[in-house]
């Protein structure tokens, strides 16, 4: 599956961390997941992974952070959100209607 940009156009941010999040899908075939810039200094991603089923979220983060530790600290810091669900966690999870349905930023 592609990597989805929901909203907005790519930068090198974006790029740079599709670039990682493209290895997660290596190892990962069946997760989707969308990055797009909510700001000029947020970005945010989702990824919706069957292989989640049964981790915690400390389990979760640390699985994605092994891959976008490769990224400059420049890069990290524009990152503000990172959603990390499984399939069936999508449908009650509101940090998803917000991801869905995003609140405009005043930046």
């Known amino acids: 599956m592609a990597i989805n940009i929901p ?5 090198q941010t974006i790029d740079a961390i599709i670039s990682c999040l ?6 990962h075939p069946r997760a989707q997941m969308d990055v797009y810039r909510q700001d000029p200094v947020s970005v945010r ?3 919706v ?7 915690g979220k400390p389990e979760r983060s640390q699985r994605i952070w092994n891959y976008l530790d490769d990224l400059t ?3 990290q810091s524009d ?3 990172v959603l990390l669900l499984t399939p069936e966690e999508t449908r009650n999870s509101f940090a998803n209607f917000e991801f869905d349905d995003p609140v405009s930023s005043k930046l």
Not at 7 to 11: A, N, Q, Y
């Open 79 to 81: 990152i503000s959100t």
């Open 73 to 75: 600290a420049d890069a």
């Open 7 to 11: 909203r907005g156009h790519s930068d």
């Open 49 to 55: 992974d069957p292989d989640f089923v049964g981790t």
């Open 22 to 27: 493209e290895r997660y899908q290596v190892d």
């Open 45 to 47: 991603i989702r990824i």
